[in-house]
């Protein structure tokens, strides 16, 4: 299956609106209450994917001066499918002068024999902002997880600022080990990028006293930007080391 979801969030007489809200496949596109000046949008699942083979693309664009905030409405779940080639689901973010981009989807399950290649790119101006919150789980419960290969690359005033590549599950190196996952299943990032932390540089910090249950490190990054990882044995536990490094509005 292809399937492409397409959000386009424009300024019109001080306020944000969608002219572009086009969705097919598994995404659903709906409009939520708008929170002030800025419009939600929420990505309904319309059926299982991505499975082996699929190829899924969602692309948000964030116009000047426009604020736009994009969740998904359940977990993702990355299935095997009726073929061993792998599913790719590309995310591409564009915003533009002054505008903003709030990036909230739900987790992202990775079942056990699913073969996915996650890319997300974001293309910020110089005033844009971003706050990006993405959340991967190592298989469902009781179950170990399929591959995954997830790769984040962002571009501020045309210059790279990150380009993080990860591999976890079967064939990949060393990912259960101390340097990625560190045997823990639920692994979450926070990412910032406004222009404000010019004038209130973030320094360095480790949330989680016991390695056990989880911790996680904000480390400021150039560009201005900080970004924010937690490793945890489950979702409640990234959640609540997620809240304490940065609390979600």
Do not use: K
């Not at 902002?129 to 993405?134: P, Q, Y």
């Not at 259960?176 to 320094?203: F, V, W, Y």
């Amino acid at each position: 299956m292809r399937a492409t979801a397409r959000i386009r969030a424009t300024r019109v007489q001080g306020a944000t609106v969608l002219p572009v809200l086009a969705g097919d496949g598994p995404f659903d596109l709906r409009r939520a209450r708008p929170h002030g000046d800025q419009a939600r949008v929420c990505i309904l699942g319309a059926m299982s994917a991505p499975l082996g083979g699929d190829r899924l693309r969602i692309e948000a664009t964030a116009e000047h001066d426009a604020h736009l905030h994009v969740t998904t409405a359940a977990a993702t779940i990355a299935l095997r499918g009726p073929t061993d080639e792998h599913a790719s689901y590309d995310v591409h973010l564009t915003v533009a002068e002054h505008a903003s981009m709030h990036w909230q989807p739900q987790p992202l399950i990775s079942a056990a024999r699913s073969n996915l290649r996650q890319n997300c790119t974001i293309d910020l101006a110089p005033t844009a902002r971003l706050l990006l919150h993405e959340q991967v789980v190592l298989g469902r419960a009781g179950e170990p997880p399929g591959r995954l290969a997830t790769r984040l690359t962002v571009h501020r005033d045309g210059r790279p600022l990150l380009d993080q590549h990860t591999m976890y599950g079967p064939g990949a190196p060393g990912w259960a080990g101390p340097a990625i996952a560190a045997g823990h299943r639920a692994i979450g990032q926070i990412l910032i990028i406004d222009s404000a932390l010019d004038q209130h540089p973030p320094r360095a910090r480790l949330f989680g006293d016991d390695p056990a249950t989880g911790q996680a490190l904000l480390t400021p990054l150039a560009g201005p930007a900080l970004l924010i990882t937690a490793l945890a044995p489950d979702t409640l536990h990234l959640h609540r080391l997620l809240e304490a490094a940065h609390p979600i509005p």
